[in-house]
């Protein structure tokens, strides 16, 4: 690896790329995780939500909830919980890669041979399953956030990251890790096909990386018969002779 000489440099490369990529989308991710989480609450809001959110009417769609949160809250609400969104997301992601090169590190010592599809398949569920674990609380927090009006005031789940995590931990540390269980069951079979599509499409265009069991005719010497043909006996002598790039000594060979 170019970048990083050491196992704790390639460890935080790891990370580093998984949170990097995750920060890169959320700018267009957050205002459509917006909106799926209020859509999400059902016919009446404040009833779903035991009175946390004011509205008792839901939007019709996806494009009415966007004109009425940008007319009645501004645009900044499409954008509401961004920060602790960006902070879920690459915490995810972070998590995500740093599980799954360590779990195909460990399936390559162990065979020595790349992973097979069925391996990153299990890898990569693995991976995404750790991860959603981990990092459900922050999930937990984001959607409160998002679902509650920007400007509900009073009532609401509490004004930014500091305020949902109080008044959570008010109804009790297990609060936080509500719907860890599903969300998990989500990231699993997700995170398990990604890493399965992508490591079979780069073995297609790559090759195997190591350990590969490529062909004999490029780990050992081709013969070349006394006849000249490549893996055929001579008929008169059977004797083979090393492939060589220059004029090959025929006496010495059948010598």
């Known amino acids: 690896m170019r970048y990083a000489k050491t196992e704790q440099q390639r460890q935080g490369l790891y990370l580093a790329c998984g949170a990097a990529a995750e920060l890169a989308c959320s700018a267009f991710v957050v205002p459509t995780e917006v909106v799926k989480c209020r859509l ?22 996806p494009f009415s909830a966007v004109s009425h949160i940008v007319r009645t809250e501004g645009l900044g609400a499409l954008w509401s919980g961004w920060k602790s969104a960006v902070i879920q997301d690459c915490a995810f992601s972070a998590l995500t890669f740093l599980v799954y090169e360590n779990a195909r590190i460990a399936i390559t010592s162990f065979t020595g041979r790349d992973p097979t599809g069925a391996e990153s398949f299990a890898a990569g569920g693995l991976a995404g399953g750790v991860a959603a674990a981990l990092t459900n609380p922050l999930d937990t927090v984001t959607s409160r956030l998002m679902i509650q009006d920007s400007r509900a005031g009073q009532g609401g789940f509490g004004s930014g990251m500091t305020g949902v995590i109080r008044q959570a931990l008010a109804e009790g540390p297990g609060s936080l890790w509500r719907g860890t269980a599903m969300r998990v069951l989500h990231a699993v079979p997700s995170a398990a096909m990604q890493f399965a599509i992508f490591e079979t499409v780069r073995s297609w265009i790559e090759g195997p990386r190591r350990g590969g069991g490529g062909s004999s005719e490029s780990s050992s ?8 043909i490549p893996g055929r006996s001579g008929a008169r002598t059977g ?4 492939w060589m790039p220059v004029g090959v000594d025929w006496e010495g060979a059948r010598r």
């Open 40 to 61: 999400q609450l059902g016919a009446n809001p404040h009833r779903a939500t035991g009175g946390a959110v004011s509205r008792t009417m839901n939007y019709g769609g």
């Open 221 to 228: 010497p081709r013969t070349l018969s006394a006849t000249g």
């Open 239 to 242: 004797h083979t002779i090393e």
